[in-house]
């Protein structure tokens, strides 16, 4: 077994062009010269007539305005936070600390005192910008309360005096030059197994991995991208921001999830793209309104963040007429890996990760020895290229972990790949259940029981057991009004799956303990587990 790695081959990366030595600031400077008059960004209210647009040229302008307010605050180099669900104002933040050459340090809004706390303390972070409140949450005042163990936090910037802020630009704060390979972000990851580790990411990372995406959706000059992902996340200001950006497309941007402000916006704005976590889009589908939307502009669904059921890609297929893709990637990898293509056969979408992305390399390892494994066999993913984070902020330890000698950056996925390069998706390392010495992977129970009618959502993690080790626990969200008992779908199991493969232990609720990217927290589901589950 040869250890080349897995890449895209030449005949299709030539359309993608190479990886470009841009930054942030600059895309947004090239968009402005390009096409000046466009609309580049729309906020997504609710009423048409109230939404503010920006062309290019005006988004340029603004964010420059914030950029010089910024300088007239913090030197180039330092870390400034942003602690606000989606907004303009939050994409001018974004472009705004790009061209000042400052890193952007992004802030879950839903996040309490002592977590806020924690990650500008360890981002060491010389300024915040914050919303006033947050779903009934005081940021203001969380920010008073910890700022006292912040002794490096010199400046906190409320929302509710923006224009005050914009206001103390001053035009003779020149603009620094900023290189490519500059820190533009530092991104915490979602703690989907524990607490957060901030990913450093560079400008030509980020910029190209959105560029490369928005090119494999076929975005065009003039496209309308509705955005509903949470900023603060890579998908939000990366893939569905600076994407659109590069192509001359248009962001609306969505303040917070609602299916029913994402069917308006979808239809009223005429969206090319309709996208979200697998949560948003069966959050659309199962919405009263959906029926009556008019998707005639959606060419291309999108989505990711968390693994997607192959029944989820079918229900959208069929429900729009349009291919559903999916990336798969990580805050570390800026995030893409790999991308399904919307040519791509309907299996290859529903039941595969896609090719790796251009200019991107991707290996499935053996865990033990770090060597490639045959095609079809099931491993580690590792992933090399231009999009690895420089990485993990004041945390060389954890950076040594993730990325080795090599360069691979050990993204905790087992996955596999076939002889055509498509990849699939089985878990997550540490989630791996070993039973009596087998290796059971919870996607792979999770997709049948995904198949039964009863079952709205299901997550499958591994739970202690004398005997063998480990067994699997099911954890199962019910589709309203149908039933199903352990019983019936132990026996739905056992009859597609080996004996040992079906859950053990089966738990029965309501809502799933989710990450604020829509990632199903399964240490969590472990924990409930243990300290004594309720099974019905």
């Known amino acids: 077994m040869t250890d080349t790695p897995i890449a895209l081959p030449d005949h299709a990366a030539s359309r993608f062009g190479p990886v470009l030595e841009t930054t942030v600031g600059g895309v947004l400077r090239a968009a402005a010269e390009r096409a000046a008059q466009t609309t580049a960004l729309v906020e997504g209210t609710a009423d048409r007539v109230e939404r503010r647009r920006w062309s290019y040229a005006d988004l340029l ?4 305005r914030v950029a010089q307010a910024l300088l007239g605050r913090f030197t180039p180099g330092e870390r400034v936070a942003v602690w606000a669900p989606n907004s303009p104002e939050w994409v001018l933040l974004e472009f705004g600390a790009a061209l000042a050459g400052l890193t952007l340090v992004t802030v879950n809004p839903a996040l309490q005192a002592s977590e806020v706390a924690y ?24 920010l008073r309360e910890v700022r006292g163990g912040l002794p490096g936090l010199r400046e906190v910037i409320s929302l509710a005096d923006w224009d005050g802020f914009v206001g103390s630009a001053s035009a003779t704060e020149r603009l620094p030059d900023v ?20 990913a450093l990411l560079s400008h030509r990372g980020i910029t190209n991995n959105g560029r490369f995406c928005a090119q494999i959706l076929r975005a065009e000059p003039g496209d309308v991208w509705v955005n509903p992902m949470p900023m603060f996340h890579t998908a939000g200001c990366v893939l569905l921001t600076l994407g659109p950006v590069q192509q001359l497309a248009t962001q609306v941007v969505v303040p917070g999830f609602e299916p029913g ?11 090319a793209m309709l996208g979200g976590v697998p949560t948003m889009l069966l959050g659309l ?9 008019d998707f005639s502009s959606v060419r291309v669904g999108f989505s990711g963040g968390s693994t997607v059921p192959p029944t989820v890609v079918q229900r959208v297929d069929s429900a729009l007429g349009v291919p559903l893709t999916l990336v798969f990637g990580q805050t570390e990898a800026s995030p893409s890996i790999t991308q399904t293509w919307p040519e791509d056969s309907a299996d290859d979408r529903a039941h595969t990760l896609g090719r790796p992305h251009p200019h991107v390399e991707v290996k499935i390892a053996d865990p033990a020895t770090g060597q490639a494994v045959p095609a079809g066999t099931v491993g580690e993913i590792l992933t090399r290229g231009y999009h690895v984070m420089k990485g993990y902020f004041d945390n060389p330890e954890a950076t040594g972990e993730a990325i080795d000698a090599e360069g691979w950056l050990h993204t905790g996925d087992l996955g596999s790949a076939d002889e055509r390069g498509y990849c699939r998706i ?3 390392l540490r989630e791996m259940i070993i039973r009596g010495g087998e290796n059971i ?4 129970i999770e997709q049948v029981l995904h198949t039964h009618p009863a079952v709205a959502d299901v997550a499958v993690v591994g739970v202690p057991d004398e005997h063998w080790g480990e067994q699997p626990a099911a954890f199962i969200r019910r589709a ?28 029965f609720t309501d809502a799933f303990p989710l990450t604020a990217s829509g990632k199903v927290q399964k240490f969590v589901l472990r924990e409930q587990f243990t300290s004594g589950p309720s099974s019905g």
Not at 441 to 444: A, G, L, V
Request: glycine share 14%.
């Open 61 to 64: 302008a603004d964010s420059e």
């Open 179 to 198: 290189d490519p390979d500059d820190p533009a972000q530092i991104q915490y990851t979602s703690g989907t197994t524990g607490f957060p580790k901030g």
């Open 441 to 444: 992977y919870p996607r792979e």
């Open 119 to 142: 990650v500008l303390g360890q981002s060491r972070a010389h300024g915040v910008v914050h919303a006033p409140a947050y779903r009934g949450g005081d940021l203001g005042g969380m």
């Open 285 to 293: 589908l199962g919405h009263p309104g959906f029926g009556t939307t």
């Open 480 to 507: 309203p009004g149908l039933e199903a008992t352990q019983e019936e779908l132990a026996d739905y199991c056992r009859a597609r799956l080996a004996a040992h493969k079906a859950p053990r232990h089966w738990v």
């Open 261 to 271: 402000l994402v069917l308006n916006l979808i239809e009223s704005e005429h969206s």
């Open 426 to 428: 089985e878990g997550r």
